[in-house]
């Protein structure tokens, strides 16, 4: 009596035990069919995706692992002209709850097309799969990326840019690599460079990309400064938005120049911060020749700051200056002249001796002053204050005290208003106080 209830409990364990290893069984069988029929059901779910979206693309799924997963011979868009194409790519996941993250796209062999409209990135296709504009302003993706032989193609509204990449890291605060840009012409705003190219390090931090490495054109030309073929070592970090700098650039330009002003053979470091309204910063140049209106100079340093607008082309700086062998031998001709048409006189000796003082003091001296420069398309002024020039004949002028001596271009009229000390190369000691109300107005003194 007592063994049938142990029978009957013994039966029904072994058909529980049956039935759930039929169970596991048909799960293992399933998962196993999943799995052998994974490719064909990943690339039904990626094409009922990209139909969803409306994108155009051809493609082979080569793996579909729990982590990663890779497509080859990639192509976004229409066949004929596709906005990207890929020799291979790899997407890594991490497998979470409520959703699962890609944690690293690996590409090779990259060729992307992209065009700037309206302040904007547009890449045909490859947009329809971009989360949706939050209307914020733009910031690099919180992404890992490990990309190689990757280059892009990015119509602007200033011209086309041809781009190549390599590196790895987030792009947000941790990318490092290399960028290599150039193109035929560029047209950014007030300015033209011809023949810009780059290749620079780039990485990330704080969503901020910064740039290290060498920056050429065969010419710069901003309004009325122009610049040939200079070449930067620029250090520059840019705003989130990509619409700010800031940085230093070391420079060697063998031209430039401002208006109808010279310099050549000009070198030094500039620093800068801004945007294309108006960046401002210090520099520290120098030139082996400059050439200021009727004024040549040999070596020429200047050593303060400046405020230059991109988009206007207006310039201007404020430092002290120096110059070696400097020729004003046109600008003191005049007063040679008045000072010769004493002949016949009784002062003519005088007027004589002083006219050839005044001629060997313009055909060469140092100089060293502070300087003011204003300059915008058509026009502008070179102020020198607290000016000291030492001739080779012996001379010492110094100007001191208000505003010094202003020369304004294209007018060529000067003003003069200071306390002028003259002595030695053949000119008796001067102590004058002079005031010009304004430029090519007679002085008062």
Request: aromatic share 6%; hydrophobic share 40%; glycine share 12%.
């Amino acid at each position: 009596m007592e063994e049938r209830p142990i029978q009957i409990r013994g039966r029904r364990w072994r058909v529980a035990r049956w039935t759930a290893l039929g169970i596991l069984l048909l799960i293992a069988l399933a998962i196993f069919l999943i799995w052998t029929q994974r490719t064909r059901i990943a690339s039904e779910y990626i094409e009922r995706e990209l139909g969803r979206r409306g994108v155009r693309a051809t493609y082979e799924v080569k793996r579909i692992g729990l982590r990663t997963q890779r497509l080859e011979n990639l192509v976004i868009g229409d066949p004929r002209k596709p906005d990207l194409t890929a020799r291979w790519v790899e997407v890594d996941l991490a497998l979470g709850w409520p959703r699962t993250r890609v944690t690293l796209i690996t590409a090779r062999g990259v060729r992307l097309y992209g065009r700037i409209e309206n302040g904007k990135l547009r890449m045909g296709d490859v947009d329809k799969l971009l989360p949706p504009p939050t209307g914020r302003p733009f910031r690099l993706p919180n992404q890992r990326i490990d990309v190689a032989d990757a280059s892009m193609r990015l119509d602007t509204p200033a011209g086309r840019v041809g781009l190549a990449i390599e590196g790895k890291g987030n792009l947000a605060y941790s990318f490092n690599g290399r960028i290599a840009a150039s193109s035929r012409r560029l047209t950014p705003g007030n300015c033209v460079l011809d023949r810009p190219n780059a290749f620079v390090a780039v990485s990330t931090k704080d969503d901020q990309p910064s740039f290290r490495g060498p920056l050429r054109a065969s010419s710069i030309a901003c309004g009325t400064l122009s610049l040939t073929q200079p070449s930067f070592a620029l250090r520059t970090t840019l705003a989130p938005a990509l619409d700010g700098w800031r940085g230093d650039a070391g420079l060697q330009v063998p031209q430039m120049r401002v208006g109808t002003q010279r310099a050549s053979g000009l070198a030094g470091r500039v620093s800068f911060n801004g945007d294309a309204a108006m960046t401002r910063g210090a520099m520290d140049v120098a030139a082996g020749a400059t050439a200021i209106e009727e004024f040549r100079t040999g070596r020429a340093s200047l050593d303060g700051r400046y405020a230059w607008s991109p988009r206007s082309g207006q310039l201007t700086v404020l430092g002290g200056g120096a110059a070696r062998n400097v020729n004003a031998s046109a600008s003191v001709a005049p007063i040679a002249d008045a000072l010769t048409s004493t002949g016949g006189t009784p002062v003519e000796p005088i007027g004589d001796a002083l006219a050839a003082a005044v001629n060997r003091f313009g055909n060469g001296f140092d100089a060293r002053g502070n300087i003011a420069l204003v300059n915008a398309p058509g026009s502008g002024a070179v102020r020198f204050e607290e000016l000291v020039a030492t001739s080779r004949s012996g001379a010492r002028l110094a100007l001191e005290g208000r505003e010094g001596v202003t020369y304004y271009w294209p007018a060529g009229k000067a003003r003069i208003n200071g306390e002028l000390a003259l002595v030695g190369g053949g000119f008796p000691a001067l102590r004058m106080s002079l005031v010009q109300p304004r430029a090519g107005s007679p002085m008062r003194g």
